[in-house]
């Protein structure tokens, strides 16, 4: 299978080494000057998908975007300390009422002004109130924060995070 290229003609195993240099080594490189992997990571996806029409319909790159998906679940759950959740609880069982009150109030909105149907109007509400947890964890090593601050960053995204999965 050959990808064209502008008037490049690649090979899809040229193709995949370079989408995978560009996705892993060029945010590493990116990241000595502040710039966090994840928003690199972001940009480049978006660049390679909207703006080059590469991999289109490619069943490689849906396995590889699976693989992503569960990883980032995956980092995100071993950052979870549940007595460091505990030791929050207050403000973090406050925050997800917040969350849920959303989520429910564009679900809502989207029901009643463009006719969605619930389910589809939940997850779509979902999809733009929850911020990505695994971005936000690997992005947190390069803010200046404080470890307090760092705390709560982290507390209330996993607590979205895992507030979105019992939706879904």
């Known amino acids: 299978m050959d990808l064209d290229f502008s008037s490049i003609n690649l090979t899809s195993e040229i193709a995949y080494v370079g989408l995978l240099f560009g996705l892993f080594v060029v945010p590493r490189i990116l990241q000595r000057w502040g710039v966090p992997t994840a928003i690199t990571a972001f940009v480049l996806g978006a660049a390679a998908s909207l703006g080059l029409g590469l991999f289109h319909g490619d069943e490689t790159i849906s396995l590889l975007s699976t693989l992503g998906i569960v990883s980032l679940f995956l980092f995100a759950g071993l950052e979870v300390n549940f007595p460091d ?8 069982i406050q925050h997800i009422v917040i969350r849920v009150v959303l989520v429910g109030g564009v679900a809502w909105a989207l029901v009643r002004v463009l006719s969605f149907e619930w389910r589809p109007a939940i997850l779509v509400s979902l999809a733009l109130l929850t911020p990505s947890t695994g971005f936000i964890l690997d992005a947190l090593d390069s803010l200046a924060k404080n470890e307090g601050d760092r705390f709560w960053i982290r507390s209330k995204a996993i607590a979205v995070e895992m507030v979105a999965l019992a939706a879904e």
Not at 85 to 92: E, M, Q, S
């Open 85 to 92: 959740l505990r030791k929050g609880a207050p403000v973090l």
